[in-house]
């Protein structure tokens, strides 16, 4: 999203209170939706849920082209489309609703730079695994990716995107790496994540704030989705206090949601809750 | 060790021991941790061992050009200049990493490389000057399609293309990630306390460009020398790892040359009087076997005949 149009957004937002009909969009969370698309929606929802913003989930086979940015989630607030997670912290900040005000400047310097961190470490692990692995890709991400389409249209599609992440990870330098060094990549991210956590409730002492949302949208989808194997879930679930978190923040955010929305995620969690 | 280490970056300028990031980030680790190496500071991307600066040639293990793949060969070799992080510090490192990648690198890509008023007066005047003939020709712009495309995948936008408000969104992050170091900075004199570690050789590495090349479109340069610790942090760098570079700074246009002969020292001239007595003769050659003197060729090779004819004949006849 263009800063221009960001900054008309923020004075547009200003203006007017959270309306109760503001809508989420995501791709088909049983058959569709990819671990890194779900691992962005759940963190979205988590924050929103934190700041206490009512939003109804709605399930679109097309999202990600419906999007601005053309990556998902994207909300729908009164007249105004913002997806992403950082434009939308941005969006609900300019409405009124902040979770990171508390912060001195030291601690906002540390969480948006381990917000980076788990950015540019565990969704590109994350696109990685979906995408440059050849069974990941092949048995899941793109049949799962183009399940709402039929036969010529999904080829193309699915292969578009691949193409496409796996010229990204050229750019950024990951296409030489193998899958143990990604799954290195990931432990060494999940164990700064946790010297960072400490015993402590949230990263930063008793208030969650959207750091809080982002690891936890990462950390439940990794370990809640089957992959073709386990290595992925088995490197984060070395993590206990990781662990504890995501639960406690389920159970504190989640809970009435459990039954509708939440439980399709349960597809193999019994480790949360 | 048994053979040395050696490193191949791109020379500096402006005052600095290189003009690109990652070849300082590689060199201030290594001052850092106090690894011996053998430097060849080069503006000939060709002649490094990877075929990209910077790149670390080492004795058994073969040579990397990413800088994380030669931090971690220094690591290995028991150069650590993380050694007394706390855990909790590491993580803060590998954090903070992040965000200047994610968040100056992009800016940095745009303000060299793709602006193109600074491109054409300092980037690719500065690698048009100092890469080799005939490379200088072309790789100046090939790099920059290069970086043009990275940017375009970092930042998921195909159409990226030199503008205002893309121009707009770059700095703004940029400037944003520049106030979190500075606060983050605060006024200690390194990231964590008083010794260095492998974050501020990555914070160096991005805004010592920042601050030390004067380009005309200098919107990131003017935003750093606003926040003072972080320009006291560079020169700080800069003085105490880097003494030589800061003398030859005011006089580094007369510096250059013989520091550019110096160290590419006497094999390299040799093979450089070589390469342009090839090039010479090579033209030479294809001028005349294009302008129709290869007749004379015809020529030559019927006189070979008949000489050779004549030396058969010869000795035939006083055989008999």
């Known amino acids: 999203m263009s800063l221009a149009a960001e900054a008309f957004v923020s004075q547009m937002a200003a203006a007017e209170p959270w309306p109760e009909n503001a809508t989420l969009y995501q791709p088909l969370s049983d058959e569709q939706i990819l671990l890194s698309d779900n691992a962005s929606s759940l963190a979205v929802q988590a924050y929103l849920k934190m700041c206490a913003l009512p939003v ?43 979770l990171s005000e508390g912060l001195d400047d030291v601690q906002r310097a540390e969480m948006k730079a381990y917000m980076e961190l788990v950015n540019n470490m565990l969704l590109t692990a994350e696109l990685y695994i979906q995408w440059c ?64 956590l400490g ?3 949230y990263f930063f002492n008793k208030q969650p704030t959207e750091l809080d949302a982002l690891v936890f949208g990462h950390i439940f989808t990794i370990l809640t989705t089957r992959l073709t194997s386990d290595a992925l879930a088995e490197r984060v679930k070395g993590f206990s206090n990781l662990l504890s978190f995501c639960k406690r923040i389920e159970q504190t955010f989640f809970e009435e949601a459990d039954q509708s929305s939440a439980s399709s995620l349960h597809s193999k969690g019994p480790s949360l809750l | 060790m048994a053979a040395p ?4 970056s791109w020379k500096g300028s402006w005052g600095l021991p290189s003009v690109n990031t990652e070849c300082l980030i590689v060199l201030a680790y290594a001052r850092f941790a106090g690894v011996p ?31 994380s793949k030669i931090i971690i060969e220094f690591r290995k070799q028991k150069y650590n200049a993380d050694f007394d992080l706390s855990a909790k510090e590491g993580a803060d490192t590998l954090a903070f990493i992040s965000l200047v990648e994610e968040k100056l690198m992009p800016a940095l890509i745009y303000t060299l490389w793709v602006d193109p008023k600074n491109y054409v007066e300092v980037t690719r005047r500065w690698h048009g000057d100092n890469i080799p003939f005939p490379l200088n020709f072309f790789l100046p712009s090939h790099m920059r399609r290069q970086q043009l495309a990275r940017l375009r995948l970092i930042k998921g936008n195909e159409a990226l293309e030199a503008g205002e408000e893309v121009e707009k969104e770059l700095y703004h992050d940029a ?81 250059i040359q013989p520091e550019a002969s110096d160290l590419d020292s006497g094999p390299n001239k040799k093979r450089k009087q070589l390469l342009s007595l090839f090039f010479a003769l090579g033209a030479m050659l294809s001028y005349a076997l294009l302008t129709g003197i290869v007749s004379v060729e015809h020529v030559s090779i019927e006189d070979s005949r008949e000489s050779q004819d004549i030396s058969e004949g010869q000795p035939g006849e006083e055989d008999e």
């Not at chain 2, 008083?194 to 340069?221: E, N, T």
């Not at chain 2, 790892?241 to 700074?249: A, V």
């Open chain 1, 199 to 201: 015993t402590q409730l």
């Open chain 2, 5 to 8: 280490l050696e490193l191949f």
């Open chain 1, 56 to 98: 109804r989930v709605s399930c679109r086979a097309n999202a990600e082209f419906m999007s601005p940015s053309g990556k998902v989630p994207f909300i729908h607030v009164g007249n105004q489309v913002v997806s992403e997670l950082g434009p939308i912290v941005q969006f609900t900040k300019a409405k009124g609703h902040s």
């Open chain 2, 37 to 67: 190496l053998k430097l060849h500071k080069t503006a000939n991307p060709w002649g490094s061992p990877t075929g990209t600066l910077p790149a670390l040639k080492t004795g058994e293990d073969g040579s990397f050009s990413q800088p």
């Open chain 2, 175 to 255: 400037q944003e990630c520049m106030d979190l170091l500075s606060q983050r900075l605060g006024s200690s004199k390194f990231f964590f306390g008083d010794s260095p570690s492998s974050l501020d050789a990555h914070v160096f590495g991005y805004l010592a460009l920042v601050l030390k090349i004067k380009l005309p479109c200098g919107q990131l340069q003017q935003h750093l020398q606003s926040l003072d610790n972080l320009t006291q942090f560079c020169s700080n760098i800069l003085t105490l790892y880097f003494p030589s570079e800061l003398d030859e700074g005011p006089a580094h246009k007369i510096s």
């Open chain 1, 133 to 196: 692995d050849d069974s990941t890709a092949g048995e899941i991400s793109r049949p799962r990716y183009s399940s709402p389409y039929s036969w010529p249209l999904s080829h193309i599609l699915a292969y578009q995107k691949q193409w496409e992440v796996r010229r990204k990870m050229n750019a950024i330098g990951w296409a030489g790496k193998s899958l143990e060094q990604v799954y290195e990549d990931v432990n060494e991210c999940c164990q700064a994540l946790s010297q960072r």
